[in-house]
């Protein structure tokens, strides 16, 4: 990597930040292509985020990633956001345009492209079952209903927040069917039998965890199930369902597709998403 006066500064917001793989996955396809920019963690309080943005906005820094716990907070810093942003009341992804910073949220790409890669699954005209109504479960609600699903259940724990959810989406997505599920039987049951595709959008599998009830032999032998949480590789809902025999994908690919649709932003450049993904295994393994 060489650096001069006209390197361009990535970078990704945070707090913490330093168990980020962006700047790894990230610095590795500007290393692929022989660009000049450089990609750099940058940790951020709470307190300070608006006092943060303006000063990488006039430090030129060219663009650069948000993370927990700014996603959602950082809006008010920008001068404006992308309609997926707004759909999605998060950013991941902030440009400089001028001299304007636009946010943008790029989860529901490179989830799109993982269920596309990982899975070989269309959502189309499908039936998706949600587990859990937080950030990262709007982020899949607006990708999936714009990519033409035709019926979205969201199950959570609180009804309250996915009922919110619920009626927040039917009326940005009228043609798609929109259905609220408990987390307790026989109700979940009943929603898994009719699903095409399982999504946890949840923290539950991290550290070995697992959700208190999700029969998963209610699943239809078609269906495919994808687990947000890519720490452990194998959570242990990806453990059961390949003991099933189901098609089954963790987070990471979501993870890259996320980074190449960022990296696109930036640079107007193709990213290479295999070198971006290697890295992010090679992370994984340390």
Known sequence: MKLSGKTRVLGIIGSPVGHSLSPAMQNAAIDELGIEYVYVPFPVEPDYLGQAVEGLRRLGVWGFNVTIPHKSTIIPCLDKISP????????????????????????????LASLREDLHYDPSGSSVLLLGAGGAARGAIAALASAGVARIVIANRTRERGQELLEKFRTVFPAVEFI????AAPELAGQLHNADLL?????????GTSFEYLPLSEL???????????????????????????????????????????????????????????????????
């Open 84 to 111: 997926e942003a707004e759909l999605c009341g998060a950013v991941n992804t902030v440009c400089r345009e001028g001299e304007s910073l636009v946010g943008y949220n790029t989860d529901g790409i490179g989830f």
């Open 220 to 286: 239809p032998d078609t269906a495919k199930v994808y687990d947000m949480v890519y720490v452990p590789a194998e959570t242990p809902l990806l453990g059961e369902a390949k003991g099933r025999g189901l098609t089954c994908a963790n987070g990471l690919g979501m993870l890259a597709g996320q980074g190449v649709a960022s990296f696109k932003l930036w640079t107007g450049l193709e990213a290479p998403r295999a070198v971006m993904k290697r890295k992010l295994l090679e992370g994984l393994e340390r």
């Open 199 to 207: 999504v946890n959008t949840t923290s539950v599998g991290m550290n």
């Open 180 to 183: 609220l599920s408990s987390l």
